[in-house]
């Protein structure tokens, strides 16, 4: 099993739907969350980071439930530039080493 | 604002020769990541240094070895290069001296393809 598990998608929404994206992580370890979004052959980038109190970023919402060790993203009002693969990122306290689910797919179609 | 740079962009090299790849870190950042990214999969965690000292370990393979120098930046050495190694090679800085919230940033990547 792996260590950050994601459903691999593709979502295909249209535009402006809401979408939510999943995620699970299995080592109760785990002290940091992030989503970070890749585009095709480009490198991952940082969309936010989860605190366990949830946040919000314009239309991005993440929450982080600790004691089922599951983190969701929340993309109102999806845009065509949503489109990308959104990855579920976790880091063990004490390590320097973030470990990648395999990524969630998007699709907005217009 | 400054990011991370890799070079080069893009490597061609045969099979069973040696690879370098550089990085060099967000200035003022103390940690720096590798991960390799092989076609249709998610980046896997190789290795990361901690103000110059190797701090991580991930499935780097023996053939490959890193290091980080007092200008802070970094090599990735890849010897006796196989097919399988072709990939995108990926690498990050953060700030950790608090390890809470080791928000990472990445540098466009270095694309090798072993011919």
């Known amino acids: 099993r792996k260590e950050v598990e994601q459903d691999p998608g593709p979502f295909n929404v249209p535009e402006g739907a809401t979408v939510a994206f999943n995620c699970t992580y299995s080592n109760s370890a785990s002290q940091s969350f992030f989503w970070y979004r890749q585009d095709c052959r480009k490198e991952p980038k940082l969309l936010m980071s989860v605190y366990s109190s949830g946040n919000e970023d314009g239309r991005f919402t993440a929450q982080l439930n600790r004691a089922s060790q599951y983190i969701s993203l929340l993309i109102r009002d999806s845009k065509l530039s949503d489109s990308a693969t959104y990855l579920c990122?976790?880091?063990?306290?004490?390590?320097?080493?973030?470990?990648f689910g395999s990524g969630t797919r998007l699709q907005v179609q217009p | 604002a400054a990011g991370v740079i890799q070079s080069p962009r893009h490597l061609i090299k045969e099979k069973r020769e040696t690879a370098t790849l550089k990085c060099y870190p967000i200035p003022r950042h103390d940690t720096v990541y590798w991960y390799q990214q092989g076609p249709g999969q998610d980046p896997q965690f190789l290795i990361s240094f901690y103000e110059k000292m190797q701090s991580d370990k991930g499935s780097i393979p023996d053939r490959f070895s890193a290091q980080q120098f007092s200008d802070y930046h970094s090599e990735l050495n890849m010897s006796s290069l196989e097919l399988g190694d072709s990939a995108l090679y990926f690498c990050?800085?953060?700030?950790?001296?608090?390890?809470?919230?080791?928000?990472?940033?990445f540098g466009q990547g270095t694309r090798l393809t072993v011919v």
């Open positions: 990050a800085s953060s700030s950790t001296r608090v390890l809470r919230y080791t928000e990472a940033f």
């Open positions: 990122v976790v880091n063990k306290a004490g390590r320097r080493a973030l470990t």
